[in-house]
């Protein structure tokens, strides 16, 4: 069976032959020879060249760096994952690692993350920064934000997530095949964490150590606004073409229910005094609730049809992908 360790990177000149080497010097673990990880007979190293304009891509070739895939302009993290998971497949890749390109992760948990994927415990399981072990270094707004999303979808979705911003994970083969990337122009984590839910794929998340560097400008968060509005896009889209009866349900639910309470009031007061100019407003106000509700009891219900849509779509183009890269043995 084959592994490849993916590291998507950008200008990454200064670091990735550091990377490279210790993820190859992480492939001698005892883990690989009587653990989970016997079953596996190839492992191979891609590097995702993002458009870098250095010389990333030299450093990563004298280092010993087995598949590359480069392309040019700079597209963003999403795409390169994108990329990365089709070349994977391309080649027959059996588990996929995705692994950051600046050493922030420790290459020598890979077996952590690879041996329930390897042991069929979980489809995707993705490496956690909040556990016992304490991220070094890593900014308390990022932090506060990731828990803070993490939490609001897990109560949304029924899902409990740890983690939902970290890149480092491993994947199946299956699950390569069934994750389908919409937003291109940004990041992949938050979106693929809530597709694999929708398409219930397990997800497993275990706790690594992780050092962030002081001096490092990080390529995704350069302007924390943005980030928060991406990333707030991103997991709004997601989980609307996840479960859109919620999405729009809850609103319905809300507006039908302030509605009817603002007309229940009316008929108390009207009853005591037969008098209705005095609460036109809250007549307008009613009404106007219960046609948003209504309003939106629409929306989930053309949403849940697009969603039972979507559904085939991708189960055609799994079926598509599975065929197009198919193993020959």
């Known amino acids: 069976m084959k592994l490849i360790v993916n590291i998507p990177a950008f200008n990454e000149e200064e670091k990735i032959a550091e990377t490279i080497e210790r993820i190859q010097k992480s492939f001698k673990a005892e883990f690989y020879r009587s653990g989970a990880g016997r079953v596996i007979t190839k492992k191979l190293i891609q590097l995702v060249d993002d458009g870098s304009d250095?010389?990333?891509v030299y450093f990563a070739k004298k280092a010993g760096v087995d598949l590359i895939v480069s392309y040019k302009p700079n597209r963003r993290l999403a795409y390169a994952f994108k990329q990365g998971a089709e070349n994977a497949l391309q080649e027959g890749v059996d588990f996929f690692v995705n692994i950051d390109a600046d050493g922030q992760f420790?290459?020598?948990?890979?077996?952590?993350?690879?041996?329930?994927v390897i042991n069929k415990e979980a489809d995707m399981v993705v490496a956690n920064r909040f556990a016992q072990y304490k991220a070094q270094g890593i900014p308390w707004i990022k932090s506060f934000l990731n828990q803070f999303a993490a939490k609001g979808i897990s109560f949304f979705l029924g899902v409990k997530i740890d983690d939902l911003t970290c890149g480092f994970r491993a994947h199946s083969r299956e699950a390569l095949l069934r994750l389908n990337l919409v937003n291109l122009h940004f990041t992949y984590t938050q979106e693929t964490i809530i597709d694999a839910i929708g398409k219930r794929l397990s997800i497993k998340w275990v706790p690594v150590n992780v050092t962030y560097f002081a001096d490092r400008q990080?390529?995704?968060t350069k302007s924390l606004s943005k980030f928060i509005l991406n990333g707030f896009?991103?997991?709004?889209?997601?989980?609307?073409?996840?479960?859109?009866l919620k999405f729009f349900g809850w609103p319905a639910a809300i507006f039908c229910l302030v509605g009817v309470g603002g007309f229940f009031?009316?008929?108390?007061?009207y009853f005591q005094e037969f008098k209705i100019s005095p609460y036109l407003n809250l007549i307008i106000f009613s009404a106007l609730s219960l046609f948003l509700g209504v309003q939106f009891l629409i929306?989930?219900?053309i949403?849940?049809?697009?969603?039972?849509?979507?559904?085939?779509?991708?189960?055609?183009?799994?079926?598509q992908k599975k065929e197009n890269y198919k193993v020959t043995k």
Not at 106 to 116: H, K, S, T, V, Y
Not at 265 to 269: S, T
């Open 299 to 301: 929306f989930a219900l």
């Open 265 to 269: 009031l009316f008929l108390v007061q």
């Open 233 to 244: 896009k991103i997991i709004l889209k997601a989980i609307r073409d996840v479960q859109p």
């Open 303 to 319: 949403a849940d049809m697009i969603k039972g849509s979507r559904q085939l779509t991708e189960e055609v183009l799994y079926r």
């Open 54 to 56: 250095d010389k990333t």
């Open 218 to 220: 990080g390529k995704i």
């Open 106 to 116: 420790d290459p020598e948990e890979i077996p952590l993350l690879l041996g329930p």
